[in-house]
């Protein structure tokens, strides 16, 4: 029975380490910035500034889920956003058509990107590296190279001016997508399937799944929700830059593979990757409280993405060494 409750203890350890972790650092920074770090609204602002992060990230997963990597994922952020900015502000579109339009944009690139990958049999790393840099190419031609301000006021009061309990409503959109995710990944046939086709496609395709239905799926989900990232961006900041994508890459990677090794160990999981976002951005901020350089969010990230991937590795064997 020790030994019984001790393995259990062990698990749970597991699934709630990077908790613990975060609550730890929290407490760090408690101590040594308590007239700066532990009020409301550096907090808020932590939660409210990473909304983008955050949906993006929880984009990425699903395809990671099917066993795909779409590093293409930034970029149709950052092209979304910048087809909303330019149908919006150059064109005098409204707001619902510039949506509609930029969400789009999502969805084809997923489509382009689930036709290469499946049809012609190519490793989705390679398919959306490539389109990633194509998209990028194409920001750059139609928004000149310039920045693009001057968004509808209203969607600025949409994802940022309002708040609730001081934070902005960027972040409770990002809550709802988390929901939303955990739900569809973890109690419909849709999310069991893509779990399965990422365990092992051989094998699912024997059980009788669509594999390259789900996978497809996948990579369409993903672009959609990139799109709503780029919009969440345009309201965030008011306008579009056409390299600010390229910026969110490595954090949404580092986050994923973070957020795998936590809630449910060894699998990309919605509320890992929440919890996963915050606790990296809660050591940059306050690092950067105490004055440490820019230059600390590439050694967070960098380091993190690393031994995230390493972690994830280990819980994937010990998983597999005991089924």
């Known amino acids: 029975m020790p030994s019984h409750r001790r393995k259990n203890a062990?698990?749970?350890?597991?699934?709630?380490?990077?908790?613990?972790?975060?609550?730890?650092?929290?407490?760090?920074?408690?101590?040594?910035?308590?007239?700066?770090?532990?009020?409301?609204?550096?907090?808020?602002?932590?939660?409210?500034s990473q909304a983008v992060l955050v949906i993006l990230t929880l984009g990425?997963?699903?395809?990671?889920?099917?066993?795909?990597?779409?590093?293409?994922?930034?970029?149709?952020?950052?092209?979304?956003?910048?087809?909303?900015?330019?149908?919006?502000?150059?064109?005098?579109w409204s707001i619902w058509p510039a949506l509609l339009a930029a969400?789009?944009?999502?969805?084809?690139?997923?489509?382009?990107?689930?036709?290469?990958?499946?049809?012609?049999?190519?490793?989705?790393?390679?398919?959306?590296?490539?389109?990633g840099t194509f998209l990028h190419g194409v920001t750059l031609w139609?928004?000149?190279?310039?920045?693009?301000?001057?968004?509808?006021?209203?969607?600025?009061?949409?994802?940022?001016?309002v708040r609730l309990f001081g934070i902005s409503l960027s972040f409770y959109y990002a809550i709802v997508l988390c929901l939303l995710l955990t739900y569809l990944l973890g109690f419909t046939?849709?999310?069991?399937?893509?779990?399965?086709?990422?365990?092992?496609?051989?094998?699912?395709?024997?059980?009788?799944?669509?594999?390259?239905?789900?996978?497809?799926?996948?990579?369409?989900a993903s672009g959609a929700i990139a799109?709503?990232?780029?919009?969440?961006?345009?309201?965030?900041?008011?306008?579009?830059d056409p390299n600010s994508g390229t910026a969110l890459l490595l954090p949404a990677f580092a986050a994923a593979y973070l957020g795998a090794t936590t809630i449910s160990p060894g699998r990309f999981n919605p509320i890992?990757?929440?919890i996963a976002v915050y606790a990296l951005v809660t050591g940059i901020s306050g690092l950067s409280l105490m004055g440490i350089d820019t230059f600390v969010q590439d050694l967070f990230y960098g380091g993190a993405l690393v031994i995230a991937v390493a972690l994830s590795q280990l819980v994937r064997g010990r998983q597999e060494s005991l089924t």
Not at 144 to 161: E, F, K, N
Not at 227 to 240: D, H, L
């Open 227 to 240: 799109a709503a990232a780029g919009i969440v961006f345009v309201g965030t900041s008011g306008a579009a």
């Open 10 to 48: 062990l698990i749970q350890l597991e699934r709630f380490g990077l908790v613990i972790v975060w609550a730890a650092i929290t407490a760090l920074f408690a101590i040594l910035l308590p007239n700066i770090f532990l009020t409301w609204p550096n907090f808020s602002s932590m939660f409210g």
């Open 103 to 131: 969400i789009s944009v999502g969805i084809a690139v997923g489509i382009v990107n689930a036709f290469f990958i499946l049809f012609f049999r190519i490793h989705s790393l390679i398919v959306t590296l490539g389109t």
């Open 60 to 92: 990425l997963i699903i395809p990671l889920t099917s066993g795909d990597m779409d590093v293409s994922v930034a970029q149709v952020m950052t092209l979304s956003a910048m087809v909303f900015a330019v149908l919006n502000v150059d064109h005098g």
């Open 189 to 220: 046939s849709i999310g069991r399937k893509a779990l399965f086709v990422g365990k092992g496609r051989d094998v699912a395709r024997l059980s009788g799944i669509a594999v390259d239905r789900v996978r497809f799926v996948s990579l369409l």
């Open 272 to 274: 890992g990757t929440f």
């Open 142 to 161: 139609i928004s000149d190279s310039r920045t693009i301000s001057g968004i509808d006021q209203r969607v600025v009061d949409a994802v940022l001016t």
